[in-house]
């Protein structure tokens, strides 16, 4: 009896001492999360951020992050059952109008991120030029999706052009050796090609169809994972928020940690440039523009693109496969 009370004395003692330094008496279980991403500023930078300020540990989550190349492969794991939910380019809009996963966060506009490189050096000066050309890319990226946009816009038709599908750091290789006379590619790609082809022309990026052809990157669930874990996805909204948060409010802090800690190969100052290259936006403004249907009418621009390249049949709107309440309800501004 004697040696069970000194237990429950030293044990109150304990708790008392952790209460006094703003820790629980029972530490909670932190729930672990299966996250996929691509490594690309504009996909996974408030990821970061969130983790440096430990926004996952304080909302009492442990995530696994795993990185991918291309966001088709993201959604295939994801839909393979490896990854509970990932953070994505232009495909958000494309699976989930498949019924393949639900999209809940928005991370920013690709602005122009997504460029048109061209090789003056093999005559191509102007969108006539490309006419019966070579372009190299990504197919059913968001550089795919914002070549298909630039191309219409400026009178050249599907079948007025050939479409090289490779991995994009491959696309960007075959432009150097003169393979092709054009690539459509997101940066950072776009660094290696100004610094290999000094001769190199940028002929377009995404910001001259912007807003009437806003590329929008973000965050899918699991269909199982999204039904089932609601309260654990609201944690996930106020981690990405905080890291949201750091990346607006303190820019230029929040560019030097992630240049250090995840970028160390890329200089600060194309750091800088890719983030003037997507349109990021504070919390309180994603709120309005979840409520107001306006990334709802960007979700299914792009996902009309997919409709149309991929013949996707019976497609499931963004009005239906995009979620903002989960947003709306939790994340704070």
């Known amino acids: 009896m004697q040696t069970t009370r000194r237990r429950l004395l030293a044990g109150s003692a304990a708790a008392a001492g952790l209460a006094a330094l703003g820790m629980p008496a029972i530490a909670q279980q932190r729930t672990?999360?299966?996250i996929g991403y691509l490594h690309t500023l504009a996909v996974d930078g408030q990821m970061w951020l969130a983790q440096h300020l430990d926004a996952w540990g304080k909302?009492?989550?442990?995530?696994?992050?795993?990185?991918?190349?291309?966001?088709?492969?993201?959604f295939q794991a994801m839909v393979g059952g490896s990854l509970d939910m990932l953070s994505t380019g232009a495909v958000i809009s494309n699976f989930p109008a498949r019924g393949q996963g639900r999209m809940f966060i928005a991370n920013c506009v690709e602005?122009?991120?997504?460029?048109?490189?061209?090789?003056?050096?093999?005559?191509?000066?102007?969108?006539?030029?490309l006419k019966g050309k070579?372009?190299?890319?990504?197919?059913?990226?968001?550089?795919?999706?914002?070549?298909?946009?630039?191309?219409?816009a400026n009178g050249i038709g599907r079948g007025d052009v050939e479409i090289l599908n490779q991995r994009m750091s491959e696309a960007v290789t075959s432009f150097i050796a003169g393979a092709v006379?054009?690539?459509a590619l997101w940066v950072p790609f776009n660094v290696t090609v100004r610094d290999k082809v000094p001769g190199?022309?940028?002929?377009?990026?995404?910001?001259?169809?912007?807003?009437?052809?806003a590329i929008v990157s973000g965050w899918a669930a699991g269909n199982?994972?999204?039904?089932?874990?609601?309260?654990?996805?609201?944690?996930?909204?106020?981690?990405?928020?905080?890291?949201?948060?750091?990346?607006?409010?303190?820019?230029?802090?929040?560019?030097?940690?992630l240049q250090k800690k995840h970028y160390p190969q890329v200089p600060l100052a194309d750091i800088k440039e890719q983030f003037g290259a997507q349109k990021a936006f504070p919390t309180a403004e994603w709120k309005k523009l979840f409520s107001d249907g306006t990334v709802t009418k960007w979700l299914q621009q792009v996902t009309d693109f997919y409709v149309a390249a991929a013949n996707i049949r019976n497609a499931v709107p963004a009005s239906r496969y995009f979620d903002p309440s989960i947003f709306l309800e939790t994340a704070k501004g």
């Open 32 to 34: 672990k999360i299966r």
């Open 111 to 129: 602005f122009a991120t997504a460029q048109l490189w061209v090789r003056e050096d093999q005559g191509i000066k102007s969108f006539a030029d």
């Open 181 to 183: 006379p054009a690539v």
């Open 134 to 152: 070579r372009i190299a890319t990504t197919t059913g990226t968001t550089a795919h999706v914002f070549l298909d946009t630039a191309l219409r």
């Open 59 to 74: 909302n009492g989550l442990e995530p696994e992050f795993k990185q991918f190349t291309t966001g088709l492969e993201l």
């Open 200 to 213: 190199a022309k940028k002929l377009v990026d995404a910001s001259a169809y912007y807003p009437q052809a």
């Open 224 to 257: 199982d994972f999204h039904a089932k874990n609601r309260e654990v996805l609201a944690r996930v909204v106020r981690a990405w928020s905080a890291g949201n948060d750091m990346l607006l409010q303190r820019t230029g802090e929040a560019l030097e940690v």
